[in-house]
């Protein structure tokens, strides 16, 4: 142990002595339950400060969503582009979307917050953390850069309409409350409004359902007042929502079961990061902790995909194998053993077992079925046999939308996204000074969020060092006779949530540029290498 401590002090010496040491900050995983936490239940929220600004309808730059994203964006914006005038628009009361929007017991992360979590702000609680914890940490970023001023809460963009004579997009926004439109103006839209609707979940129309004399929730709209002790619970899913959500409610419920068309693949270990915690023993500077943790995460992960990807057939057996010591080869044959290869779809982490605990201990089971039809006292499965339940939680998954659902217009023409092609995933072609931000599948979404937001105030100092107010991607003569396809080859990852909305989305192209390669590994070398007097971007 003591040559690996030293071998790590060399590496540190080595690798980060550029890094300045930043005064000590509060532990983020911790900060929930701070007296002096900004939290987002708490009354002295940041967000109630003043928004300088606030009348002002022009921007440099709208970025639309206070999510992971757009809390990002904001920073991005604020360190490289400090010239430069923007806002922030979301639709909730407060910052945080996704981490906002679900509030079902036991919400948490599944992806680590050392990758999840933003390169600029260090993590210092578990890998995986609670909704209650990001929310901390995201305060604490629109804290400590003075980021509140920027945002406006209770907004919706109902259309965003672009001029090219005038350059400028010109926004319709609506008060979540009021209903009062007002307009604003941008130079260039950042959307950082995320993938799904926040209002409603994806729900399939079951036969019988309104027959069904119990309660039906989806986890996205979970309801206060629901009272789940000692009722009999179906939990109608096979993913990672399933997955939390029912070691969260076992204990009151009487029991829960989880029913699945088919299974997914999960995989367990310790929500503990051991590196993390040897430098933080080694009182090492927080940020070269998050640095190094975050690097050691990133090669890991990168190894674990490309085994799966190279050697799917063995890497099934290692998950298949591991859970048969949890639950035994009879349940993990019936009930966890998946139709496809692994990293088709997300692969589930369960922090310290939980699940497989709550499993074990017989009060909560999992079935793999199919719905005939919801009955008054239940459910009954196409194999004849009938489930009762008092509450049946569909955790069925999202529904996709494209752009936020915005009305969008280019030149008074409507725009139709599934006919442009999309560049690197977050431009298209026939959309002027537009980025969206679309995650990775296979890595943190963070990640990819972070990359665009090096980008995008890259570009913009660079269309002011030409003299241009105007850019968009366009097919150069030599992409003339390239094959499109759809946006994510369902064959290499295929989601419901995005197999269903796949005709909405960007068609993509053979070359790479003209792909969402879902490559972080790549993209971190290749975003900051972007050639911005490439043809493929019109300027004007």
């Known amino acids: 142990m003591s040559d690996d401590i030293w071998a790590l002090t060399d590496f540190i010496a080595q690798h980060f002595t550029e890094v300045a040491s930043p005064p000590k900050r509060r532990s983020a995983a911790n900060s929930a339950t701070d007296d002096n936490n900004f939290g987002p239940d708490s009354d002295m929220s940041e967000t109630a400060a003043p928004q300088p600004n606030s009348t002002s309808s022009h921007y440099d ?13 904001a920073y991005h914006m604020q360190d490289q582009a400090p010239g ?48 209650p914890e990001i929310l901390a940490y995201m305060s604490e970023v629109i804290a400590e850069n003075d980021l509140a001023r920027h945002i406006e809460y209770g907004v919706t963009v109902v259309s965003a309409k672009w001029s090219t004579v005038e350059c400028v997009w010109t926004l319709e926004v609506e008060d979540v409350a009021s209903h009062q439109r007002k307009t604003l103006t941008a130079g260039f839209l950042w959307m950082c409004q995320g993938y799904y609707r926040h209002n409603a979940g994806y729900v399939p129309d079951w036969p019988g359902m309104p027959d069904f004399n119990g309660r039906i929730v989806h986890p996205q709209n979970w309801p206060e007042d629901l009272d789940y002790a000692g009722k009999r619970m179906i939990v109608i899913g096979s993913g990672a929502t399933a997955a939390t959500l029912v070691p969260a409610i076992v204990n009151e419920a009487e029991h829960v079961t989880m029913l699945q068309r088919s299974p997914t693949y999960f995989t367990t270990g310790r929500n503990r990061n051991d590196l993390a915690e040897t430098l933080r023993d080694l009182d090492i500077d927080p940020h070269w902790t998050h640095e190094i943790v975050r690097r050691s995460v990133l090669r890991e992960g990168a190894l674990r995909t490309r085994r799966a990807l190279e050697q799917p057939a063995q890497v099934r057996e290692e998950i298949l194998g591991a859970l048969n010591g949890l639950l ?24 310290d077992a939980d699940f497989f605990d709550a499993i074990k201990s017989g009060k909560a089971s999992v079935i793999t079925d199919e719905i005939d039809t919801f009955v008054p006292e239940g459910i009954r499965l196409k194999s004849g046999e009938i489930l009762e339940a008092d509450i049946v939680v569909t955790a069925t998954g999202f529904e996709l939308n494209v752009l936020g659902d915005i009305d969008f217009f280019i030149d008074n023409a409507s725009l139709d996204l599934s006919e442009s092609v999309t560049y690197r995933g977050m431009m298209f072609t026939g959309v002027p000074n537009l980025v969206w931000v679309f ?11 972070d990359l665009i937001g090096d980008f995008v105030p890259r570009l913009l100092h ?39 909305g796949l005709h909405l989305m960007p068609k993509s192209g053979s070359k790479r540029e003209w792909r969402h390669t879902q490559d972080y590994w790549s993209e971190k070398d290749e975003f900051p290498a972007i050639d911005l007097a490439d043809p493929i971007f019109a300027y004007g």
């Not at 730059?61 to 964006?73: E, L, M």
């Not at 009361?93 to 981490?99: L, P, V």
């Not at 009879?330 to 922090?351: H, L, S």
Request: proline share 7%; glycine share 10%; charged share 25%.
């Open 61 to 73: 730059v709208i970025i639309v969503g206070a999510g992971i994203s757009g809390v990002g964006a």
């Open 84 to 131: 430069k005038t923007f806002r922030v628009l979301e639709a909730q009361s407060d910052f945080g979307g996704t981490w906002r929007t679900h509030r079902y017991p036991g919400v948490r992360s599944d992806s680590d917050l050392y990758t999840f979590g933003y390169r600029f702000k260090p993590w210092s609680g578990t890998p995986i953390a609670t909704a």
């Open 462 to 500: 660079h269309m002011d060092a030409i003299g241009v107010r105007r850019v968009e991607p366009r097919l150069r003569d030599i992409d003339a006779d390239m094959a499109l396809s759809p946006w994510i080859d369902p064959a290499d990852f295929n989601p419901g949530y995005l197999t269903r």
């Open 328 to 351: 035994g080869e009879e349940e993990v044959q019936k009930n966890f053993t998946p139709r496809y290869d692994p990293w088709r779809q997300r692969i589930a982490f369960i922090p």
């Open 439 to 449: 995650g990775y599948f296979r890595a943190s979404w963070t990640l990819r969020a």
